[in-house]
């Protein structure tokens, strides 16, 4: 139990890492406050003990209200930045409010939810966790939507975490490999292709929360042992 007495932010609860996050989050002793879309997925949450909200992190006002009603209940330890989406394909065919809507929610989205809660967290010398992917250090054909959104997520979590180290906020980016989630427009991956499973990424961001408030986890960078096939 040794987040006992922290509160702790999740975005993209509903399901793949944010789920299991929540739920490793209550059995480590946190208070976790947790939103996404799909309300009814956040129901069953709040029936293992989450604080749940409506949230949408494409949307200012949606982000608004869900951070008003958060920090109702008092001030938050951490923040972690998980809501994500990705559709692959050439550039050449590739819809344009595809581009936008993995823009808005994984680099968009992460600002103003990051911003929303800021303050809060300079309060308390709390924490960031970014959930970006291994190739926000890379990339591959098909993938330049996703990877831009990815690259520019890793810009902003180095640029957040010089605005407040001296503030005591750390700042994690937690990359990771192909994970078998419902990720690249909800189809359910198959669980033994290799790929990591949800708990393991949820188990790097927890490692990432339990340090010491003298140590930063800059980042973390999972692999599965033998690389899948790709989106
Ligand atoms: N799966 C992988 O291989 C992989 C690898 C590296 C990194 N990642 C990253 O891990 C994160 C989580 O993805 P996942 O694999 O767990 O995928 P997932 O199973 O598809 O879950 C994505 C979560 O994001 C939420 N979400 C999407 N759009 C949202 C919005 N506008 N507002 C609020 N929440 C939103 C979804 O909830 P609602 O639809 O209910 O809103 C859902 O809970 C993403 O940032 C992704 O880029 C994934």
């Not at 959930?131 to 939507?145: K, P």
């Amino acid at each position: 139990m040794m987040l006992t007495n922290r509160r702790v932010v999740v975005s993209g609860a509903s399901r793949g890492i944010g789920r299991a996050l929540v739920l490793r989050l209550i059995e480590a002793g946190a208070q976790v406050a947790c939103g996404a879309r799909a309300e009814a997925e956040l129901a069953a949450l709040a029936e293992a003990g989450a604080e749940v909200h409506p949230l949408d992190v494409r949307d200012p006002s949606s982000v608004e209200a869900f951070s008003s009603a958060v920090l109702q209940g008092g001030p938050v330890d951490a923040l972690v930045n998980n809501a994500g989406v990705g559709t692959f394909g050439p550039i050449e065919t590739f819809k344009v409010e595809d581009w936008d809507r993995i823009m808005e929610t994984n680099v968009r989205g992460t600002f103003l939810l990051t911003q929303a809660f800021l303050g809060s967290l300079t309060s308390r010398e709390g924490q960031v966790v970014n959930v970006t992917s291994d190739v926000s250090g890379r990339t591959f054909a098909g993938a330049a939507a996703y990877t831009a959104s990815k690259h520019a997520q890793r810009a902003f979590t180095r640029a957040l975490q010089m605005e407040t180290v001296d503030a005591g906020v750390r700042v994690t980016e937690i990359r990771s490999g192909v994970v078998t989630t419902y990720f690249n427009d909800g189809t359910p991956r198959d669980p033994d292709d290799g790929a990591l499973s949800a708990d393991d990424v949820s188990e790097a961001i927890v490692f990432a929360l339990m340090q010491p408030k003298h140590v930063r986890v800059d980042e973390v960078l999972l692999h599965p042992r033998k690389q899948p096939v790709e989106f």
